[in-house]
């Protein structure tokens, strides 16, 4: 960024402020013709683009996506890299699918040169889907923790991760031990915890395969540094639910076992939450654990239907996830779409704004982030994502008859993917462009005015 650090993107624009199942239409902001004002990276200021342009230094870069929509970054609260290949995989529910599917793959990434190159697919492609933060599951191997963490590095993305930790019921070459899963989790957290933008999060992978000495270890990591994060699996599967009754007969329910080890709190994240009672969710409800709605995952692998409403009567924080590679898409529009149909087989409607609060605002609420992601409010990280109402025909041929920014962006999430991400900034640098088409600011300078260009 030149001069001072500013620049600013013109376009439609809109971000949610608040939940909009409680504040309703005061949730959102939304500016037709939009200015998203950017120095140094952070969010200077948001609003109208005619009024806040008449503010602006002269000199200031000025980007122009006029038609397009602005959005905050997209997170994916939910995801494993190492997945990426075996995404689509016939036939198999969750405990066979792990072992015919899952487990060979992730073998691999005890290659430090593999686990590279799969990182550097993986996030490009998160960039490529508009998602500009994720909590992402690695291996059982260190080496794929640092190849991720060097990869997200190396973009200034913010990222959440962990080497998974997992000491029973896994083939031999993929089990760590009680102990070792400590020590290389502890020396991960001083490397990586904090370095720049990213974030650690300790990874017992699900309660089946840990022993209690392992679960007790995580507890203690979370214990010994400020500010980690949990992330797990719960109550996914009903023959998984089954197993964890029978290997802690002592637990109430299922996510009582990661309670009873002092897992279930803030910056906790467990994906799935199919199978819970009202007890479990008071009890996340009453923590700050945060349930991760992975709706193509649990639709692809016959799991389950999440019931979003009963989250939210119970206070859980809610994210949403694509658990590649059980979930089917790293697209959140294609997330929120079958979020969407979920919600309607359990009789909710979520709106437009709720789906897209899921994906922004409320996922950085749920990670708690908010202070830092989310939405364009003053001094927050410049990450968001412009997107094409008119990607395809289809979609350009709907929005001619959709007049609402409502009905704009309900068509966008339901008929979206990735050709409608235009491009995908991080602390106001474009680390995405569709096109290919962007021109930087160098070679369009005009001195003494307004630098303005069509990316
Ligand atoms: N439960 C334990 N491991 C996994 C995994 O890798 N994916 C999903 N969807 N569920 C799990
Ligand atoms: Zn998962």
Redesign the pocket.
């Known amino acids: 960024m030149k001069g001072t650090g500013r620049r600013a993107l013109r376009a439609e624009i809109v971000h949610l402020v608040d939940d909009p199942v409680v504040a309703g239409d005061r949730a959102h902001e939304h500016w037709s013709d939009g200015l998203l004002v950017l120095a140094d990276g952070k969010v200077e200021s948001c609003g109208d683009a005619p009024t806040l342009l008449a503010t602006l230094p002269p000199n200031t870069e000025i980007i122009d996506y006029s038609g397009k929509l602005i959005v905050p970054g997209f997170i994916d609260a939910h995801v ?1 890299y190492p ?1 990426t290949d075996i995404v689509a995989a016939y036939g198999e529910k ?1 405990l066979e ?2 072992t015919r599917y ?1 487990f060979p793959t992730e073998r691999r990434f005890d290659d430090p040169a593999y686990a590279r190159e799969v990182a550097d697919f993986f996030l490009a492609e998160l960039l490529r889907n508009g998602t500009t933060t994720a909590a992402v ?1 690695a291996t059982v191997h260190p080496e794929s923790v640092d190849a991720f963490f060097a990869s997200a590095q190396a973009l200034g993305a913010r990222m959440i991760a962990g080497k998974v930790m997992m000491d029973r019921n896994c083939p031999p070459d993929l089990c760590d031990t009680a102990e070792t899963s400590y020590e290389d989790s502890k020396a991960l957290i001083e490397r990586w915890h904090r370095c720049d933008r990213l974030l650690y999060a300790v990874t017992p ?2 309660a ?2 840990s022993t209690e000495r392992q679960l007790e270890l995580a507890g203690r990591l979370l214990d010994e540094h400020e500010g980690l994060y949990l992330q ?2 719960v109550a ?2 009903a023959d ?1 639910v089954k197993w964890v009754a029978e290997l802690y007969p002592w637990s109430r329910s299922y996510l009582d076992v990661y309670d009873h080890f002092g897992l279930v709190r803030e910056r906790a994240l467990y ?2 939450c199919l199978h819970l009672d009202a007890t479990d969710r008071d009890r996340m409800g009453a923590t700050g654990a945060a349930a991760v709605f ?1 709706p193509t ?1 649990n639709l692809f ?1 016959g ?1 389950g239907l999440f019931d979003v409403d009963a989250a939210r009567r119970h206070r859980v924080p809610v994210a949403v996830g694509t ?1 590649v ?3 089917t898409s790293f697209s959140m529009l294609r997330t929120l779409d079958e979020a969407y149909k979920v919600a309607n087989l359990l009789h909710h409607r979520l709106s437009p704004f709720a789906a897209l609060h899921l994906a922004t605002l409320g996922g950085a609420q749920a990670l708690r982030l908010d202070d830092r992601i989310g939405n364009f409010a003053l001094g927050k990280e410049g990450d968001f994502v412009v997107l094409d109402f008119a990607a395809t025909p289809l979609l350009a041929r709907r929005m001619q008859s959709a007049a609402t920014i409502d009905e704009r962006l309900f068509a966008l999430l339901i008929l979206g993917d990735d050709r409608c991400v235009a491009a995908t900034y991080l602390m106001g640098e474009q680390r995405h462009a569709r096109d290919n088409a962007f021109k930087s600011s160098a070679d369009l300078a005009i001195s003494g005015s307004h630098n303005q260009h069509r990316a």
């Open positions: 494993h997945q969750l699918w792990l899952t599951f992978r699900f089946p395969t797990s699996h996914e599967n998984e994906a799935h992975c995952s692998l799991s658990d590679g059980a979930g």
